[in-house]
């Protein structure tokens, strides 16, 4: 069965850096995209950062370059190397499946979502 697993979060201080990871097992992972989505404490999901399958990558606009979206399609790891943490990046930070079918912004229609992997920046 499809699993995705996330770890690699943690407390780091504002301007820290933190790079969190996702295994995929259950399916054929070069095949779809995959992307990282937050939620902040009491807010709703947002999407971070996708990468596709022809090696291209895209961001939300709040990511401003601090982040980057990378994936190993031999270890079938996905990663999420954030830099310039802010106190607003807080959140828990999900590794989620896009369908073949559906468009990699519409983060309703992901099929497969991990637990998640708490990411707190705090001095």
């Known amino acids: 069965q499809v699993q995705l697993v996330e770890s690699g979060g943690g407390l780091v201080q504002p301007g820290g850096s933190l790079r969190v990871s996702c295994a995929a097992s259950g399916f054929a992972f070069s095949t779809y995209y995959m992307s990282w989505v937050r939620q902040a404490p009491g807010k709703g999901l947002e999407r971070v950062a996708t990468a596709m399958t022809s090696g291209r990558t895209d961001y939300a606009d709040f990511v401003e370059g601090r982040f980057t979206i990378s994936r190993d399609n031999v270890k079938n790891l996905l990663y999420l190397q954030m830099n310039d943490l802010k106190p607003e990046d807080t959140a828990l930070y999900f590794c989620?499946?896009?369908?073949?079918?559906?468009?990699?912004?519409?983060?309703?229609?992901?099929?497969?979502w991990g637990r998640g992997t708490q990411v707190t920046v705090s001095s």
């Open positions: 989620a499946r896009v369908p073949k079918s559906s468009s990699y912004d519409n983060i309703w229609e992901y099929d497969y």
